[in-house]
């Protein structure tokens, strides 16, 4: 057919794909393996408190092969955070475990806390994306991932395990009060083994889950702790421009779908965008893959004063 007889549609269509396959390249062979470090300051700690350098990973979802991830990974020990958080979703592959271990390298020499997602217990599967646009559809597990060495591995070198589990550290001179649950996205949350008041004698008391379902949110905001940490959502991962990302995969609105915000009157979240994806669905768009340190400061004496007249106690505040 000549150009000239072309009809307009043609041409539209053809330049719609086009730009869609750039994209879709984009996507898969520069977004997702640009690895991002994200810097965010957070007044949560009780006034008087030194500052805290939180790094906070989640989401790596490693395969053996993934070397460009694991060296950047590994570069992350230079930053020399106080506390490192990881929010879970590991591995992606049964062989994956040294190469998690091998590129958290340093970083398991620090003080850390840790919980774990769906894809540290099950191995991801192909899906149809359109299922992650209902909230409700059926969940089918995958191969089952060695978590039990995974946690061995953390826990031997000093990590500790924060699922359902209350722990007391001290990191840089601050008293950390920590608690978690399993993953509320495979329903294995059991609030009820760390239910109750935390710690008001803590500096920072810190929640840890790997969805944020606000179900769960809820309850740690009702118990006082100052500073809720989890991943899952990947920072929606495809994203458009003006719009922000599409689903959170969770319960969570979309404005939340990624660093931090406040859930209730004292609590703050920060929700990590992660660093991997599911080798099924291997593209980032307007999302790149990052890690977040976290720099954790008092909360200022004019803020707990604006809370106080709002009716929220000292303690509620998250201030002694």
Known sequence: MSKLLRHPWTTAATAVAGAGALALGYATLIE???????????????????????????????MPNQKLKQDWIREL???????????GDNLAHPKAVPAVVQ?????????GLFIFG????????????????DKNHKRVA?????????????????????????????????????????????????YDTIAGPANPEADLRIALTHAPEPSILD??????YDLALAGHTHGGQLCLPLYGALVTNCGIDRSRVKGPSRWGAHM????????????????????????????????????VRTLETKGVSRFEAGVR
């Open 268 to 303: 703050r979240l920060h929700v990590s965008a992660g660093l991997g994806t599911s080798p099924y669905a291997p593209a980032r768009f307007l999302c790149p893959p990052e890690a977040t340190l976290l720099t954790l400061v008092p909360v200022k004496s004019d803020t």
């Open 77 to 87: 020990d230079r930053l020399e955070p106080d506390l490192v958080i990881n929010t």
């Open 118 to 133: 769906s894809n540290d217990y099950f191995g991801p599967l192909p899906k149809n994306p359109l299922k992650y646009f």
């Open 142 to 190: 995958g191969e089952p991932l060695p978590w039990k060495d995974l946690r061995a591995a953390f826990n031997e070198r000093g990590w500790l395990d924060t699922t359902h589990n209350r722990r007391e550290l001290r990191v840089g001179g601050v008293r950390i009060s920590a608690a978690g649950v399993d993953d509320p996205h495979l329903k294995r949350d059991r």
């Open 32 to 62: 997702r393996n640009a690895f991002t470090l994200r810097t965010q300051t957070m007044e949560v700690l009780a006034p008087g408190s030194a500052t805290l350098r939180v790094l906070h990973i989640s989401d790596l979802h490693m």
């Open 219 to 224: 309850k740690f905001a009702a118990d006082g």
């Open 103 to 111: 590129a958290l390298g340093g970083l398991l020499a620090r003080p």
